[in-house]
């Protein structure tokens, strides 16, 4: 398995010159599943977009095992889970990634299908580090 993802860091910057991206994949992530706008009732969506814009970037490097993301990364697994201050229950991991991968899709005009296996690769281990820990 390749570890390098500056192909992802690349998408994802494309994804964020679109504008609006970040917003997009909120409004994939709340319809999805009826369960899910409620745990977000008190959520000051202007941090919350920043602090995803920067968890991304985040799990990408971490997912290419970059030493630098792993202490941000255990504190956001820390807020996430089942005892954090935001927690996350494992049925709505996927729901996050497939929001991420359609929001991705209407954004990057340059995904193929072997990028977004990609993408897939590597949020897939963010996501089953984030189950684990809840």
């Known amino acids: 398995m390749s570890t390098g993802y500056d192909d992802l860091q690349a998408s994802y910057g494309r994804c964020l010159r679109s504008r609006g991206f970040i917003e997009r ?3 994939i ?3 999805r599943d009826p369960a899910i706008p409620p ?3 008190r959520t000051d969506f202007q941090k919350q977009h920043m602090a995803l814009r920067r968890g991304i970037s985040l799990a990408i490097c971490w997912a290419a095992g970059d ?4 202490r941000p990364m255990e504190e956001m697994v820390r807020v996430h889970a089942r005892t954090g201050r935001a927690p996350v229950s494992p ?3 996927q729901h996050w ?3 991420l991968m359609l929001a991705v899709s209407e954004r990057d005009e340059q995904l193929t299908p072997q990028l977004e296996r990609r993408w897939r690769e590597a949020m897939g281990v963010v996501v ?3 189950v ?3």
């Open 67 to 70: 030493g630098m993301a792993k």
């Open 132 to 134: 684990a820990a809840y």
């Open 128 to 130: 089953e580090v984030f």
């Open 91 to 93: 049925v709505f991991h």
């Open 25 to 27: 994949f909120y409004e």
């Open 29 to 31: 992530l709340l319809a």
């Open 97 to 99: 990634l497939e929001s």
């Open 39 to 41: 745990l977000f009732e």
